[in-house]
């Protein structure tokens, strides 16, 4: 036997945990995410809660086209396979990382009111003078950004708005991410890099080709080249970095994102609609958008339904929300005493009356719809008292809520298992980001009144961390 063979023999310790904490959030409490989505769906096709600034799709236009000529560069040509797709990514992700760190260089004080994936690393990275690799983010934290980055929240723009990749694959820009690129190029001065965008493939010599070396550390690479991203100039803030969460004014941009986003396809006709029924309504609240949403599309049973599901779903967690807060700091609190608070009744009546709605009315053919059938089933009759209605609540939670749970009934007895935390991110439509959206465009000239700035801290939090 040989020697190296001999050395695969030899007893080793495999490190099978990775060696930062894996964050599991709190995310779908009632177990309801799949069918929200249906409904979703329905009134915002192709769109996701973490699509909710135009100006991001500009600049990760900006980056698929800068990377995408890098990627070639480097020998990069099919991304068919996940093997080639993770080639391609590596080449995108150090630009997304950069803009983060561009955004918290020039916008000061308003840096943190904007929607950065990663700036808790990336902000002491760059304020440091880049002393930590990867930006500051773990090895782990840097794997995992395809999913919880800036490209991984607005793929499916990539993958599913006309003309932004070719055949939809995510990857190689299209005409309309091409004209983007172009737009926010002209308007980084000189922070713009010393190439031009988009060259062709034979320009090699247009840019510093990179080298196998330069393969893993693609983040070095463009570090390297791309010096002045940092640079500010004149109005770098209003027609370069994402929008601040509370700023609903049209963009620069907005002749050419507002094809992509309310054009003449399907769903982007789809899209317009809706905006323009929520702009009619006097709604003032998100239950109110849902019911007039459900009038104005009467013939259609999904969105006809729609706000029976957004009252049995806000019902059942502003139970959840009852039951945390009276948790407070506590290591456990008995359930009778979490029952016999003064709100405990009023709560468990509107979950019991929602429940009830529910299964009379909900009578259509819908994917996922037994979730919502099992959830309010868990209930009683109406007149059952607050303690049988919160452990019917917590049972359920256990059973088939998804996400890490918040907390566990045990002997009467109820202890928390996430950190105490105020209000949580409710079951919602996409309806936030669509409209905010249609004023970026200029296709609604305010937010409508049902949507404030508060809900933007619920439903972005997992973009910002």
């Known amino acids: 036997?040989?020697?190296?063979?001999?050395?695969?023999?030899?007893?080793?310790?495999?490190?099978?945990?990775?060696?930062?904490?894996?964050?599991?959030?709190r995310g779908d409490a009632l177990g309801l995410r799949a069918l929200a989505d249906q409904f979703a769906d329905a009134v915002a096709p192709d769109l996701s809660d973490r699509v909710r600034d135009g100006r991001w799709v500009?600049?990760?236009?900006?980056?698929?086209?800068?990377?995408?000529?890098v990627f070639h560069a480097s020998g990069g040509r099919s991304v068919t396979t996940r093997t080639e797709q993770?080639?391609?990514?590596?080449?995108?992700?150090?630009?997304?990382?950069?803009?983060?760190a561009r955004t918290i260089a020039l916008a000061k004080a308003h840096e943190t009111n904007r929607t950065l994936a990663g700036?808790?690393?990336?902000?002491?990275?760059?304020?440091?003078?880049?002393?930590?690799?990867?930006?500051g983010?773990?090895?782990?934290?840097?794997?995992?950004?395809?999913?919880?980055?800036?490209?991984?929240?607005?793929r499916i723009a990539f993958r599913k708005w006309p003309g932004m990749t070719v055949h939809g694959d995510g990857w190689t820009p299209g005409s309309a991410a091409i004209k983007l690129a172009k737009w926010l190029d002209t308007k980084l001065g000189v922070a713009q890099p010393s190439w031009p965008l988009k060259a062709d493939d034979g320009e090699q010599n247009s840019f510093p080709t990179p080298d196998k070396r330069s393969l893993g550390k693609e983040h070095e690479w463009w570090q390297r080249q791309w010096k002045a991203f940092d640079k500010g100039g004149r109005n770098a803030?209003?027609?370069?970095?994402?929008?601040?969460?509370?700023?609903?004014?049209?963009?620069?941009?907005?002749?050419?994102?507002?094809?992509?986003?309310?054009?003449?396809?399907?769903?982007?006709?789809?899209?317009?609609?809706?905006?323009?029924?929520?702009?009619?309504?006097?709604?003032?609240?998100h239950i109110e958008v849902?019911?007039?949403?459900?009038?104005?599309?009467?013939?259609?049973?999904?969105?006809?339904?729609?706000?029976?599901?957004?009252?049995?779903?806000?019902?059942?967690?502003?139970a959840m929300d009852f039951v945390a807060s009276s948790l407070q700091n506590e290591s456990s609190v008995t359930l009778a005493r979490v029952a016999a608070l003064p709100k405990a009744a009023g709560i468990c009546d509107e979950l019991l009356a929602a429940a009830q709605d529910w299964l009379e009315n909900a009578k259509i053919q819908l994917r996922h719809i037994r979730a919502a059938d099992d959830f309010a089933r868990k209930f009683p009759i109406q007149g059952a008292s607050p303690i049988e209605c919160l452990h019917a609540l917590l049972q359920h939670h256990e059973s088939c809520g998804g996400g890490l749970r918040w907390f566990v009934l045990r002997n009467g007895l109820i202890e928390p298992r996430t950190p105490p935390r105020v209000g949580s991110s409710r079951y919602r439509f996409r309806l936030w980001s669509l409209c905010r959206l249609a004023?970026?465009?200029?296709?609604?000239?305010?937010m409508p009144r049902a949507f404030d700035a508060a809900e933007v801290d619920e439903t972005s939090e997992a973009a910002d961390e």
Not at 140 to 151: E, I, K, L, P, V
Not at 253 to 262: A, G, I, Q, S, W
Not at 440 to 445: A, E, S
């Open 439 to 446: 004023t970026q465009c200029g296709v609604l000239p305010k």
């Open 137 to 154: 983010l773990s090895e782990d934290q840097f794997r995992a950004y395809r999913q919880t980055g800036m490209y991984g929240g607005y």
């Open 86 to 100: 993770r080639e391609r990514y590596a080449w995108l992700r150090p630009l997304e990382l950069m803009w983060v």
């Open 237 to 285: 803030d209003e027609n370069t970095l994402p929008r601040q969460k509370d700023d609903f004014e049209v963009l620069p941009e907005y002749k050419e994102l507002k094809p992509l986003v309310f054009g003449n396809d399907l769903h982007g006709s789809r899209r317009e609609k809706v905006a323009m029924e929520i702009k009619r309504s006097s709604a003032t609240s």
């Open 58 to 69: 500009t600049i990760i236009a900006w980056c698929l086209v800068r990377s995408q000529a």
């Open 290 to 318: 849902c019911e007039h949403l459900s009038r104005a599309f009467d013939s259609e049973p999904t969105i006809k339904l729609l706000p029976r599901f957004a009252r049995l779903a806000d019902a059942g967690m502003e």
């Open 1 to 25: 036997m040989d020697k190296e063979a001999d050395n695969d023999l030899q007893p080793r310790h495999l490190f099978t945990a990775p060696w930062e904490p894996v964050v599991v959030r």
């Open 119 to 135: 700036q808790r690393s990336v902000r002491p990275w760059y304020k440091c003078g880049h002393v930590t690799d990867r930006f």
